[in-house]
Nanobody, 120 residues
């Protein structure tokens, strides 16, 4: 099974930007599957942010569209989340996932997550 490892989180101030990365490793390329990002608060279910297919088709949450931009590098088995103009409410554990379209409903595997904390 694939292993998903996120990086790029940290403590930032409101208005700052962050770029999260997720590397997928395993016994094959996973370009036939969708990759995406969720965020999860303690005691809550993961909240869908955005997903992207190998062809670049993007699905995203309407509440984050515009500030959060997803991209993907199929050759490196990586997915990225560019987060701009962060606000304290964006503080959460950000997790990447792999699955099939629509990703928000069909997750196969999760990463452990990278913490993002936005101070006011």
């Amino acid at each position: 099974q694939p292993r998903l490892v996120e990086s790029g989180g940290g403590l930032v101030q409101a208005g700052d930007s962050l770029r999260l990365s997720c590397t997928v490793t395993g016994d094959r390329k996973y370009s036939d599957l969708d990759l995406g990002w969720f965020r999860q608060d303690p005691g809550s279910k993961p909240e869908f942010i955005a997903g992207i297919s190998s062809s670049g088709k993007i699905t995203s949450s309407s509440t984050k569209r515009g500030r959060f931009i997803i991209s993907r590098d199929n050759d490196k088995n990586m997915v990225f989340l560019q987060m701009n103009n962060l606000v304290p409410e964006d503080t959460s554990l950000y997790r990447c996932a792999i699955g099939r379209d629509p990703l928000k409903d069909y997750i196969y595997y999760w990463g452990q997550g990278t913490q993002v904390t936005v101070s006011s």
